[in-house]
């Protein structure tokens, strides 16, 4: 029998292996999706957005609610969504399969129901490793979505190291090209993984700076912790 992965320790193994200083700056290692089985699944729907500073592509778009959006509505043949429609909205963020992600973040920004769909796109940068895999070839949970080399820490393949300005003005320069995003607005940034809480400083960090540059209504938000958490 397999034996089973110390996720305590692999945390911290995690945490020795992808989070680095570098001239008092933290940097977190992070999947760059080029190459990658993500990439394939991710283009189906958008680019890949590039680092500027790395020229890699450690960052990917989600649309959150599909059921909103107009151009997933428009290629299922169905009529652009009515958002003067309160009940419709609440009704479409409890489908199966779908997330109520940007309901939190219309609310957090204060602003009205009707431009939920403005809330709907994450920018994600994915952090390199799970500490629930053992990152052998055939570890990990069999229905995860992230491949076993972008769950291994110590697989160098696929793996960048980001810092807080690398995020930061990738989203500012994304903020200002509708091209990339395909007209739909940019206010979340989601850090991702594999495991996001062995470098939750570095979140925090991400967040401060956003504050600190001002950033009109962009937030920060963490996949784990029961997928809860916004900082
Ligand atoms: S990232 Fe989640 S789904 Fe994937 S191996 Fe880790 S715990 Fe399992």
Not at 54 to 76: Q, S
Not at 142 to 171: F, H, M, Q, R
Request: net charge negative.
């Amino acid at each position: 029998m397999r034996e089973l992965v110390d996720p305590t320790k692999q945390a911290f193994e995690k945490r020795k292996l992808a989070v680095r200083n570098v001239d008092g700056k933290t940097q977190v290692l992070c999947v760059d999706f080029a190459g990658t089985m993500q990439e394939v699944d991710i283009k189906r729907r958008t680019d890949l957005p590039v680092d500027a500073a790395t020229g890699t592509h450690p960052y990917r778009f989600k649309i959150d609610n599909k059921a909103l959006d107009p151009e997933e509505r428009k290629n299922k043949g169905l009529p652009p969504f009515d958002f003067s429609d309160t009940e419709a909205i609440i009704k479409a963020l409890g489908e199966p399969r779908t997330f109520d992600m940007p309901l939190w973040f219309v609310n957090l920004a204060g602003d009205d129901i009707s431009r939920i769909l403005q809330y709907d796109l994450a920018l994600i940068f994915q952090s390199k490793g799970c500490n629930l895999h053992d990152w052998t070839e055939t570890g990990g949970c069999t229905y995860c979505y992230v491949d076993d080399v972008s769950n291994n820490p110590s697989n160098k393949k696929n793996a960048v190291w980001l810092g807080i300005e690398n995020i930061i003005n990738t989203a500012e320069k994304l903020r200002e090209d509708a091209s990339v995003r395909k007209g739909r607005e940019l206010h979340r940034i989601r850090h991702s993984g594999g495991e996001t809480t062995t470098e939750l400083d570095f979140t925090l960090e991400l967040q401060k700076e956003i504050e600190k540059r001002d950033l009109e209504k962009l937030f920060v938000q963490l996949t784990q912790i029961s997928a809860r958490a916004i900082l």
